[in-house]
């Protein structure tokens, strides 16, 4: 018999209610969950298609609904398994949430910045604060996600491009800092996305004296702090306990972020 301490480590199997087609690669997948004052947008939880385990941030949190979802791009077995096969009706399991999300609370402005799946960690913010303006970045037109969501709040949406096919042509880093040059009102940025973006963005956050906020991602396992996998250097923080929002103070002491990150086997990887 599980203790209780593990209880809350046993996975719970939802039902798939509905599928949200966002982009030719990416759906995303809601489910039934009691929606407590305890999950916040930024955190995660650990995904089970009954043969294998991943963690996957939460995309969806609604309060009134009683409702979660995950968002899923097609990038590997895993994801492409659930993109594929998954249909409302079917049956996943999920352990969580876990980690710390975001902490906006006393803040008069919010810069939130999402680069590709990044988006994903910061698509709830838009349901808990009416603050946030978004840049929201893809490498074309295409595979924008999330942007609507933010419009419907009548929050202020900026558009990001690679190939230019939709609004700034270039880096999300770029227009951060020109959006930042003409405000002096943001008093954070914050975000997810390839790790090259987000430390631009800390260092960003450095030369114009704001405060920031980011979502980083490393390989996990368990998801609860035990196996160490997502250790950071030379802290020893875990991205899946103390993260994997991590802010400014804590990304000062991180001296791996920006430069690389570990695989499977614990071996480093550059970025």
């Not at 949200?20 to 690669?25: F, K, M, R």
């Not at 103070?249 to 430069?259: A, D, I, M, V, W």
Request: glycine share 8%; net charge negative; proline share 3%.
């Amino acid at each position: 018999m599980l203790s209780n301490v593990y209880d809350d480590e046993v996975p719970e199997v939802v039902t798939i209610t509905e599928i949200i087609t966002e982009t030719p690669t990416v759906k995303t997948f809601i489910f039934p969950w009691e929606i407590t004052d305890d999950i916040k947008p930024g955190q995660f939880v650990m995904v089970w298609d009954f043969k294998n385990e991943k963690p996957m941030t939460i995309s969806v949190i609604d309060k009134q609904k009683n409702q979660m979802g995950i968002t899923v791009r097609k990038a590997g077995p895993f994801t492409n398994n659930l993109y594929e096969n998954i249909d409302v009706g079917d049956q996943i399991a999920i352990r969580g949430p876990y980690g710390n999300g975001y902490d906006l609370k006393g803040y008069n402005k919010v810069l939130a910045v999402g680069g590709g799946s990044g988006v994903a960690s910061i698509a709830s913010l838009s349901e808990f604060y009416d603050n946030v303006n978004l840049i929201s970045a893809a490498s074309c037109e295409d595979e924008l996600v999330f942007t609507q969501r933010f419009k419907d709040k009548n929050e202020e949406v900026y558009i990001c491009t690679d190939d230019g096919s939709c609004g700034f042509k270039g880096f999300s880093t770029q227009l951060a800092e020109e959006l930042l040059k003409e405000d002096d009102e943001y008093d954070i940025i914050i975000g997810c996305g390839p790790e090259i973006m987000t430390y631009k963005l800390y260092e960003l956050a450095l030369k114009y004296d704001i405060d920031c906020q980011f979502a980083l991602d490393r390989y996990m396992k368990c998801g609860i702090g035990i196996c160490g996998q997502c250790c950071m250097d030379e802290t020893g923080e875990r991205v899946c306990v103390e993260g994997p929002v991590f802010n400014k103070q804590q990304l000062s002491r991180l001296t791996e972020f920006g430069k690389y990150r570990r695989d499977a086997s614990g071996s480093i990887v550059k970025f």
